[in-house]
């Protein structure tokens, strides 16, 4: 079965430090994978998803993953963090059969001044 | 463009009681999925629908778990005879017609205490 593992659950990281929210998933099929950001008392918003071609994906608010299918990652980076970027960050997998979205736990970014 | 919306944005009641959630999907979006999310916990599929046809509720909860959107558009999730552990957020969200890779668009969730 289809799973979603990110390893922190917590980042706490110092503004305009870069940073490396990870995340593995497992699927033995071709996946398309998302990452979605909640901001306090907010809806989740898609940052960026990678269905297929380059496996550098950029995304909003200057945030870019990379789609590493050897090791199954989908690694979300930011080179310098705002204040701004504190929220918990989910990332999910669907199966290109599939209709739903299986997602990983979250991890939380810490932003700290 | 109105986004997804959700109402009630926070529900109290006490155990035993039904609850009912309504999600207003983005017009014309003919896809609306049901999800729940605890506390320290990514959302978790319910079900869905394509228009008015519920494609899929294996993954209901229990018995005490139904959904509906009779006409297309709005949808309900309703919750009889509460119980504790029921006690979460409820997300809804919705997608344009098409492939399935489109992005799913969420509301801002329903929250859930039951005492």
């Known amino acids: 079965a289809q799973s979603v593992t990110q390893l922190d659950s917590q980042v706490p990281v110092f503004e305009e430090a870069p940073v490396e929210l990870r995340c593995n998933y497992s699927s033995s099929v071709s996946v398309y994978l998302f990452w979605y950001v909640q901001y306090p008392n907010q809806g989740l918003q898609l940052l960026l998803k990678y269905l297929s071609g380059s496996t550098l994906v950029k995304g909003i608010n200057g945030f870019e993953a990379e789609f590493n299918k050897s090791q199954t990652s989908f690694h979300l980076r930011k080179p310098s963090v705002h204040i701004s970027d504190t929220a918990e960050y989910f990332c999910?997998?669907?199966?290109?059969?599939?209709?739903?979205?299986?997602w990983g736990a979250g991890t939380k970014l810490i932003i700290k001044p | 463009d109105t986004g997804v919306s959700q109402d009630p944005r926070h529900k109290i009641t006490k155990r035993g009681q039904n609850v009912t959630f309504r999600c207003d999907p983005i017009s014309e979006h003919n896809r609306l999925y049901w999800y729940r999310q605890t506390l320290g916990q990514g959302p978790e599929f319910l079900t869905y629908?394509?228009?008015?046809?519920?494609?899929?509720k294996s993954r209901l909860l229990s018995d005490r778990f139904s959904a509906e959107r009779p006409k297309g558009s709005f949808s309900t999730l309703e919750i009889q005879r509460t119980e504790q552990g029921d006690s979460a957020m409820y997300l809804c969200a919705s997608t344009l017609p098409g492939s399935l890779k489109e992005t799913q668009y969420f509301g801002p969730g329903t929250r859930l205490l039951v005492l």
């Open positions: 999910a997998v669907s199966e290109g059969s599939n209709y739903q979205l299986i």
């Open positions: 629908f394509q228009n008015e046809a519920q494609l899929e």
